[in-house]
């Protein structure tokens, strides 16, 4: 990955100072989330969201595979993620960056980690045919919190997929086409949306969902994965400043506000695409 150009010392002294007056140079007031838009495509699991001007596409497939030997009775949920040349030039297609990695890790823990998924309800035949969900997620624009953006891109297309409808018949296993016989949906059992916040000034002064210019200049950030059972999923925390416990705690009332938002924008947008 080709190094990013520094912000200037008056463009980050112009953030900390607005920062500390409560604003923020896109306008928004620290705890504001940017705009989200969420597009389906016309065929089962496929996700677009906007965040802001950052960019993500999802896309769930699903194919018969042999499960993993210590766990027979159980599905396979992979994740992959891919950068797009558009989306920043000072990406580095040839070479997967460790924010890719870091982006991927954090995807990964709060969808399948969190168990959100019942992966048992993708076994077919015990130990010998399991469906093997793969998510791929190509980022296409980047203008800061890829974290979110992906998280909510990975939930939505796997919400919105649908597998094939499979019948077992002693040996004989049958998998039906979708235009014979209605797709089966997931069974997901909760909704785990990312919320990343971005620290600065020692840690007195925090962000919701920032944008680029904002990840550069931050001094710590930290991803806290939660649902509207008020359950924390996850919590990552790359480097950085040190937090105290209560920042912590201020941090996940925040998140769990910005969760029920985002997950009635999910749920609102699924619906609207059934009717």
């Known amino acids: 990955m080709v190094k990013d150009t520094d912000p200037s010392i008056n463009e980050s002294t ?14 928004r007031e620290v705890y504001d989330m940017r705009s989200i ?3 389906l495509g016309n065929d089962y699991g496929y996700a677009e969201v906007r965040l802001g001007k950052t960019k993500v596409a999802a896309h769930v497939t699903a194919e018969v595979v042999r499960p993993y030997t210590d766990r027979p009775s159980e599905g ?7 950068i797009s040349p ?8 040839s070479n997967r960056s460790e924010e890719e990695v870091l982006i991927s890790r954090i995807v990964e823990k709060a969808l399948r980690r969190s168990r959100a998924i019942d992966t ?11 469906w093997q969900i793969r998510v791929d997620l190509l980022f296409l624009d980047h203008d800061g919190n890829l974290v979110d953006c992906a998280c909510i891109a990975a939930i939505t297309a796997l919400l919105h997929f649908r597998r094939p409808d499979v019948t077992v018949s002693g040996e004989e296993v049958t998998i039906h086409p979708i235009d014979q016989r209605n797709p089966v949906p997931l069974s997901i059992h909760h909704i785990p949306i990312c919320i990343t916040f971005a620290f600065f000034n020692n840690g007195e002064l925090l962000v919701v969902d920032p944008n680029h210019l904002e990840e550069q200049c931050k001094e710590g950030n930290m991803t806290i994965t939660m649902n509207i059972n008020k359950e924390i999923c996850a919590l990552s925390k790359a480097g950085g ?10 941090c996940s009332q925040i998140a769990l506000i910005k969760v ?3 997950t009635e924008l999910i749920q609102k947008t699924l619906q609207d695409n059934k009717s």
Do not use: H, W, Y
């Open 241 to 250: 400043i040190p937090l105290e416990m209560d920042q912590v705690l201020r």
């Open 76 to 82: 396979v949920l992979l994740f992959n993620t891919e």
């Open 120 to 130: 048992e309800g993708l076994c077919i035949v015990s130990g010998e045919k399991v």
């Open 14 to 27: 112009f953030l900390l100072e607005a920062l500390k007056q409560g604003r923020r140079v896109d306008g």
């Open 260 to 262: 029920t938002e985002v």
């Open 86 to 93: 558009m989306a920043a030039p000072t990406f580095d297609t």
């Open 37 to 39: 838009e969420i597009t």
